[in-house]
């Protein structure tokens, strides 16, 4: 006799066909840990008639749930949840913009399964060459056309993470005597690599858009013509303010760099949320330098980077790269090619997108007397507030085990007195997320 399933039967709240709700209400349910790992989901035909669905769209759901490594099928017996979760005592982290957890075992094992029966013995056996292997190149050019960027493979450059992109980035279009010029408040790593490099560093005034395109063009209208000089920002969902411009502001900041004749090095690690947005690289692509890597849209495990260059460039980029080899894991390329084939990367972009929806909710409803600026679609929220008082938040939350991002690691200034909180929502559980918020908002109301 078989199992009666514990699953109380629901369609997600959201706007989607029938199967795309209930896989994503069955997801919530195994992720956040209320069906646990073996617990057996209804039968097809009973979930269909009590929801009052069709058939297909239960089989379609439970298929997505499977490709994900969700769900297991028993041939005879039924559809099985396969994951459990793992919870322990530890500091709560943050203060790491990682995206929410979406891949596990299941679903690189199918990948490895994939890539099995093609992998290219030869990518072992010898060195990749310097912005790796060609047909690698191939691969990731045909997921920078996601993005709207039409790229060369003969032009862009793979590395072992984003980080060794950005860098590269920073020493072809700045140079040691250059001026990087970047937003006042900008993403920590870029930031500690200047700093490391020993660039000269100008912030620019933000707004709900991002850079302002005055303040940027009166910065650069002050450096000397034959000076070098690179303006490098985030113009999707800006680290850390989560601000995202529009196409008449993108068009703006083209057109300033392009008269100063600024390089633009331009961070597009969160671009996936919104494709139809114009990179600055496409308006651009003669003075731009698009620095992207699958951290951020998929998992942190994917040390990916790429650096797509202007044909200018290109020769300087091999020269700079013959010392110091950046090529990434064969491994990981093959997988993104398989699941470029299979479609698992939109399928696990679109479970990110919801996850990412469901943690801004979550933390601007706790945090809302904070007053936080957030985007549906990004990884963190941010709290303006005055450096001090950013700096005593951090060290309060560290005493009752919340790790936080100190304001200056942020701050091209760390002596300007407008700065905020990053509240990273991705790398906790769920359920820690929502005990680590809540006591942040006390936190926040005793020193209000």
Known sequence: MLLQSPWQPRLANIEANAAERLALALADDIVEGRLAGGDRLPAHRDLAEKLQIGLGSVTKAYAALERRGLTRSVKGRGTFVAIQQAHGDRLIDLSSNAPPAALNARILARALTGIARKIDADHFNFYAPSGGHLEHRRVLARWLMTLGLVADPSLLLLTSGARQALSLAFDLACGPQGLLVTERVTYPGAIALARRKGYRMQGVEIDAEGMVPQALADVLG?????????????????????????????????????KAGAWIIEDGVYAAAFPDLPQLSALAPDISLHVNGLSKSLGPGL??????????????AQELMQDVPMAPSAFSCAVVDEWLATGVIASIQRDLRHESQRRARLAASLLGTGEPVWHPHAYNIWLPMKREAANSLVAAAAEI?????PPEA???????????????????????????????????RSQA
């Open 222 to 258: 002050s450096v000397a013509p034959t000076d070098g000089k690179a303006v490098y920002l985030t113009p999707t969902l800006h680290n850390p303010t989560t601000a995202t411009m529009s196409l008449e502001r993108r068009q703006a900041v083209v057109d300033i760099c392009r």
């Open 303 to 316: 040390q990916i980077g790429m650096l797509l260059l202007p044909t200018e460039l290109g020769g300087a």
């Open 401 to 405: 085990g919340l790790k936080l991002t």
């Open 410 to 444: 942020m701050m091209v200034d760390p002596r300007d007195e407008r700065s905020g909180l990053r509240i990273c929502l991705g790398a906790p559980g769920f359920e820690d997320l929502g005990d680590a918020l809540k006591l942040l908002a006390e936190l926040l």
